[in-house]
């Protein structure tokens, strides 16, 4: 898997974990539990709060500050369906890689300090649980109906117990 981070990670503040690694290790484990049959590519980048404003203003239509946005490259008809890529097309796959092209997180690191503490858990775990919303955001997963976010919901954290990232409540850790 590659996994592109902009800007790199040393640009910001440490969070006390390894951002990059996190990322990655949550991405995959939600590829592998999605069933994923390809490498896939990915992007991530970090903004500030003014610029995920504006992203979700242009993109969505909403103008307010959002902790995380996701792009996906492709129009699964159901979640996690591998059934409309066609493999080597370069519709879906990066042609110097073969990478499967699954598309963009935009995360805001502000919202997940100030929302690790809202919930009551650690910022790395805050943090896992966007990826992985995310990811599955990207395989065509979405949260319109309360069946759908209850699903999405059961799907992020069997990920993040998989990986030992369990909410720890009463506790704010890095």
């Known amino acids: 898997m590659t996994f ?3 800007p790199p990670p040393d640009n910001f503040s440490d969070p006390g974990f390894d951002r990059e690694g996190i990322a990655r290790a949550v991405a995959e484990a939600v ?3 999605e069933g994923c049959p390809f490498e896939a590519q990915v992007s991530l980048t970090f903004v ?3 610029e995920i404003r504006e992203l979700n203003a242009r993109e969505r239509g909403v103008d307010r500050e959002t902790d995380v946005l ?7 008809p159901s979640p996690a369906d591998y059934s409309c ?19 963009d997180i935009v995360l805001n690191m502000e919202r997940v ?21 995310s990811m599955l955001h990207l395989l065509g997963f979405d949260h319109e109906t309360k069946e759908d976010e209850m699903e999405m919901i059961t ?3 069997e990920v993040l117990v998989s ?8 506790s704010y850790e890095v």
């Open 48 to 50: 500030s709060p003014g």
């Open 113 to 133: 300090y100030t929302q690790a503490e809202e919930y009551g858990h650690s910022v790395k775990r805050e943090f896992a649980f966007l990826i992985a919303h």
């Open 163 to 170: 990986l030992g990232i369990e909410r720890e409540r009463g």
């Open 31 to 33: 590829l592998k539990k």
């Open 85 to 103: 890529i066609e493999e080597g097309s370069p519709e879906f796959f990066d042609l110097d890689t073969g990478e499967l092209l699954l598309g």
């Open 70 to 76: 996701s792009f996906p490259m492709i129009d699964f």
């Open 4 to 6: 592109y981070v902009e």
């Open 155 to 157: 799907h992020q954290e």
